[in-house]
């Protein structure tokens, strides 16, 4: 018997014990409900961000889709190679805005492997544990975000008296930006204030201060 004998053999020819039409079906269907349950988890998990409908459907239909090509290829090894050069030649240049849709997208086709495995045992208790880590550390308290301060103001010497009510309010102050021109002093200061409204207000009596407002700073928080 040649090498070439061998291959064909044991690759072309060569076929693993595909599971029956009802234990397709139970895997299909498993993976169904758990994904309507990911859909739901992540539609409480998006009440307040941005929601995209498509993106939480399309959850549900990858986890079938994924179910579908395991069961598929566990029944060839001949499937199971043309499916893999099959999916390279895919390229996807959809861009996730959000860390978390990464999460749930990869839960996803967790699921749908796992329940193609016929290993639901694990794919259940994998998504109970995987939603009680998310609710866990959603709950758990962040640090405050930085204010953003900006003044304007006429007097060109008038930034200590600004500095010494920030510090007063402030438990931290750090200057961001200071823009001088002719006739106008701008800074803008990362502050961490309890009493915002009480800030401002005293810095505006200041001479000579033309605007001043805080703003909430949107990004990473600095501990």
Known sequence: MGFSDVLKKSFVQATTESMSRGDAIAALMAACLIAVYIFFIYRVMTRKAFYNKSFNISLVALALITTAIILSIQSSVVISLGMVGA???VRFRTAVKEPMDLVFLFWSISIGIICGAGLFEIAIFASLLITAVIIA???FPSVKAPMILVVD???LDGEEQIMEIVEKYSTHS??????????NLNIVMEV????GAECIREISRINGVKNVSMVSQEGEVTF
């Open 192 to 195: 961490r204030v309890k009493e």
């Open 87 to 89: 999916l390279s030649i």
């Open 174 to 183: 750090k200057v961001k930006a200071r823009n001088m021109e002719a006739e």
């Open 153 to 155: 103001s006429a007097d």
């Open 137 to 139: 550390l959603d709950r």
